[in-house]
């Protein structure tokens, strides 16, 4: 190979890369980047209450209206998107949440099975009734402020009343569901 097809190849290559260099500089005048006020995203937060939670969402009709139509093999179904943290059956194991058998009428805060509740939960005291199940179906964090449950709530109230039907039939002996008041 003589000097001439050196030169030759050698100023291909230099051609070449100087071709490329010419089209970055081109794209990068046409297709500039936008700079931005400031870094990253906004993100869409609902405004905490003064107490420092959520304010709950009241559910927007009576638990016991919609527990008359409620269906417990709908709300069994409803109920699988708990599963990945509550397990049902009686004597089931407690995952990330309590096991929920028989808990329509259990204190809150207590488990039957050893489950270490959250701090909150065992400051809020009472009863799971009918009304407080929907309250906190609702909307867990808005209910129990400081709660270790980072589940949203079901928005639906056909839903909620379904799931709560299917939580009262899971005792030894089911709760009676609520009679609607006239």
Same mark, same amino acid.
Request: with cysteine.
């Given at each position: 190979?003589?000097?001439?097809?050196?030169?030759?190849?050698?100023?291909?290559?230099?051609?070449?890369?100087?071709?490329?260099?010419?089209?970055?500089?081109?794209?990068?005048?046409?297709?500039?980047?936008?700079?931005?006020?400031?870094?990253?995203?906004?993100?869409?937060?609902?405004?905490?209450?003064?107490?420092?939670?959520?304010?709950?969402?009241?559910?927007?009709?009576?638990?016991?209206?919609?527990?008359?139509?409620?269906?417990?093999?709908?709300?069994?179904?409803?109920?699988?998107?708990? *599963?990945?943290?509550? +397990?049902?059956?009686?004597?089931?194991? #407690?995952?990330?949440?309590? !096991?929920?058998? &028989? /808990? =329509?009428?259990?204190?809150?805060?207590?488990?039957?099975?050893?489950?270490?509740?959250?701090?909150?939960?065992? *400051?809020?005291?009472? +009863?799971?009734?009918?009304?407080?199940? #929907?309250?906190?179906?609702? !909307?867990?964090? &808005? /209910? =129990?402020?400081?709660?270790?449950?980072?589940?949203?709530?079901?928005?639906?109230?056909?839903?909620?009343?379904?799931?709560?039907?299917?939580?009262?039939?899971?005792?030894?002996?089911?709760?009676?569901?609520?009679?609607?008041?006239?």
């Amino acid at each position: 190979m003589d000097s001439f097809e050196l030169n030759k190849i050698m100023g291909a290559v230099l051609g070449t890369c100087l071709v490329l260099m010419a089209m970055s500089i081109t794209a990068e005048a046409v297709f500039s980047p936008k700079k931005l006020e400031k870094p990253g995203y906004d993100i869409a937060v609902k405004e905490e209450a003064a107490g420092g939670g959520k304010a709950a969402a009241a559910p927007s009709e009576p638990i016991e209206k919609l527990l008359q139509t409620a269906s417990i093999e709908k709300g069994g179904v409803a109920a699988k998107k708990c *599963a990945a943290c509550h +397990t049902f059956e009686k004597g089931g194991p #407690n995952r990330v949440g309590p !096991n929920l058998f &028989g /808990t =329509v009428n259990e204190h809150v805060g207590q488990g039957k099975n050893g489950f270490n509740f959250s701090a909150a939960m065992k *400051a809020k005291g009472g +009863t799971w009734t009918f009304e407080e199940l #929907n309250k906190f179906i609702a !909307n867990p964090k &808005g /209910t =129990v402020p400081g709660t270790a449950m980072g589940f949203a709530g079901i928005q639906k109230d056909s839903e909620r009343a379904d799931v709560i039907a299917y939580l009262a039939s899971l005792a030894d002996t089911p709760v009676p569901l609520p009679t609607a008041a006239k």
